[in-house]
């Protein structure tokens, strides 16, 4: 089993913003992204000084620009939307190279993806530096309901898995000359998704079972990390509070 | 925990008593059978695909029940109120360890029994250590059980049950999907616990290897219960019982383990 795929977006290292626990990431990141989205609209400079904020922890990091760009590539519905905008927005109008746009409409484009910008970023610095199973311990310890919890860690556990069991389903009917190739095959697209669906089913029922032959009686102990110490907090706390700083000011301002 | 109540050393470490058992679509896959096994003894569980091997091994932990017949590992009945106390007493590891390792880290992983059992933190962690060192994997444990060979992940798997000090081990299948030199592995690990193990496996060899003693089961019942060397020797109840020999095997002329 190759090991780099399993650990999802993680890229290991050992800068301090990867030493943080998990739990203070979290808390740091998902503060930091409230902040971003109650910026008000057309705060430029606010939005500046965030990404500013960002460009300085992926330094910390020593996380590459590339790989932040790649994992902005799942903002890309959210530019075809935004895109539309500057079309579909009534009001005030302006020429742009012949084409008559909305002022509202470009500036609402602008902000949207602004703040999607930010908060993917974020996400990227959070998942590049917190391995998923580290993620989970840290959620339990922010004392997230403890069934959402232990879902999340058998996702963690089992999404290799259930890859693995589609690449070789795959592998077995590419090898019978088989390639998708438009509406006809989409049958078997769909049975290929009905069979996976039916073995992690069983695979699931066969993980309770050996569960309830170690013992399990409906609760699940899973060992956190350790609590964070006070400069930890203040690490997550500074960008979590620049963040709302920004914010605060932004909305004063306008 | 009660450990070991009113057990003395004729007890035997499993008994199943003509067991019989049918799914609840109405198909039997037991006819009654019977298996005694005591303490030191190692035997192998052999029969083709659909014997009921699997559902029998599921009825020795209460997995399954409400059939006829009764099974009693060390002189406890399996029913309902001493579930858990059945379960700690037996050890039984899944044929895919992807099915028994479910927790983010090893070392998670094999404290789950323990925990389940009520143990405080402190008894846990031993447990943990000596059970990971018991199957030569105590440096692993902080690895997430992906990371790990498929040969490591199996001895994870055997570990997680160790760490319930069980009175009886059983194994679904313990070789497939292993290389040789995890198989190797595993039989040394086998050898050097001494508990009293049941071996199910189309493995013939390694029930040679492993077990003086094998149960072959067909149909839903026990056809023959004899030391391994003569039952593999019968060439006869082999072929009626779908199980072969490896090609230019012979259990008669293979030199004795020393």
New interface residues.
């Given amino acids: 089993?190759s090991?780099s795929r399993?650990d999802g977006l993680y890229r290991p290292g050992s800068s301090a913003i990867h030493r943080l626990p998990a739990h203070v990431k979290v808390v740091g990141a998902v503060g930091f992204v409230v902040a971003v989205v109650s910026t008000p609209g057309q705060a430029w400079w606010a939005f500046a000084a965030y990404a500013g904020a960002l460009v300085l922890v992926t330094a910390m990091a020593g996380l590459a620009p590339r790989y932040v760009a790649r994992g902005l590539v799942i903002e890309l519905p959210f530019v075809v939307f935004a895109a539309l905008l500057p079309f579909l927005a009534r009001g005030d109008q302006v020429e742009i190279l012949g084409l008559s746009l909305s002022r509202g409409g470009l500036a609402d484009a602008g902000t949207l993806l602004a703040k999607a910008t930010l908060g993917i970023w974020t996400s990227m610095l959070l998942a590049g530096t917190t391995r998923p199973?580290e993620l989970?311990?840290g959620m339990q310890r922010l004392r997230l309901p403890r069934l959402m919890v232990e879902i999340l860690?058998?996702m963690?556990?089992?999404l290799?898995?259930v890859a693995d069991d589609l690449r070789r389903m795959r592998i077995a009917r590419d090898s019978r000359a088989f390639s998708a190739r438009g509406p006809k095959h989409w049958g078997v697209l769909a049975s290929t998704a009905g069979a996976l669906f039916v073995r992690s089913y069983e695979?699931g029922e066969?993980?309770h079972?050996?569960?309830?032959?170690?013992?399990?009686?409906g609760?699940?102990?899973?060992?956190g990390d350790r609590p964070g110490t006070r400069r930890e907090w203040a690490t997550a706390a500074a960008l979590l509070v620049f963040g709302i700083a920004v914010a605060v000011t932004a909305r004063v301002a306008t | 925990m009660t450990s070991e109540p009113d057990r003395d050393a004729t007890t035997p470490a499993l008994d199943v008593r003509e067991l019989a058992y049918a799914y609840p679509d109405g198909r039997q896959v037991l006819y009654g059978v019977d298996l005694t096994i005591h303490d030191g003894e190692r035997v192998a569980l052999l029969g083709p695909n659909g014997a009921g091997k699997t559902t029998l091994v599921?009825h020795l932990?209460g997995?399954l029940g409400g059939g006829h017949g009764s099974v009693t590992v060390g002189g406890l009945p399996v029913e309902r109120d001493q579930l858990?106390e059945i379960?700690?007493r037996?050890g039984?590891v899944?044929q895919?360890p992807?099915?028994?390792?479910?927790?983010?880290?090893v070392a998670?992983d094999v404290?789950?029994?323990p925990?389940?059992?009520g143990l405080d933190r402190e008894a846990v962690a031993e447990r943990v250590t000596e059970a990971l060192a018991a199957v030569g994997l105590a440096a692993e444990r902080d690895r997430?059980?992906?990371?790990l060979?498929f040969g490591q992940r199996r001895r994870v798997a055997v570990a997680?049950?160790l760490a319930?000090r069980p009175e009886i081990l059983v194994l679904d299948e313990p070789t497939s999907n292993l290389d040789p030199a995890s198989r190797r592995e595993l039989a040394e690990i086998l050898e050097r616990l001494s508990l009293p193990t049941l071996i199910v496996t189309h493995d013939l060899p390694y029930a040679w290897q492993l077990c003086p003693r094998s149960v072959l089961l067909d149909d839903g019942v026990v056809v023959a219960d004899r030391p391994t060397t003569e039952l593999l020797a019968d060439e006869e109840l082999l072929r009626a019982h779908r199980l072969e020999l490896p090609f230019g095997f012979d259990p008669r002329v293979q030199p004795v383990r020393p």
């Fill in positions: 089993m090991s399993s199973q989970v311990a860690s058998f963690v556990r089992y290799d898995v695979r066969r993980v079972l050996a569960m309830l032959s170690r013992g399990y009686a609760r699940l102990v899973l060992h | 599921l932990n997995i858990l379960r700690r037996v039984i899944f895919d992807d099915d028994q390792l479910f927790m983010p880290t998670e404290a789950f029994g925990t389940n059992l997430p059980p992906h990371h060979s997680t049950v319930m």
